[in-house]
């Protein structure tokens, strides 16, 4: 379910029309993140990997 909803925001972030639902699609991205790699309890190198940085 969490995986999902962070994939499903992604999409919707593609189709966002406006600055203000841009912000608030990314900050509910950044929360589903964090939660996924709290969930798999990721160190910061390995989020790093999956960020691509």
């Not at 919707?12 to 699609?25: H, V, W």
């Not at 900050?27 to 989020?47: F, H, M, P, S």
């Amino acid at each position: 379910m969490l995986l999902q909803a962070a994939l499903y925001a992604h999409r919707q972030l593609a189709l966002a029309k406006s600055d203000a639902d841009t912000a608030m699609l990314q900050q509910r991205i950044d929360i589903l993140d964090a939660q996924v790699y709290a969930l798999y309890c990721l160190t910061k190198e390995e989020i790093a990997v999956v960020e691509g940085r």
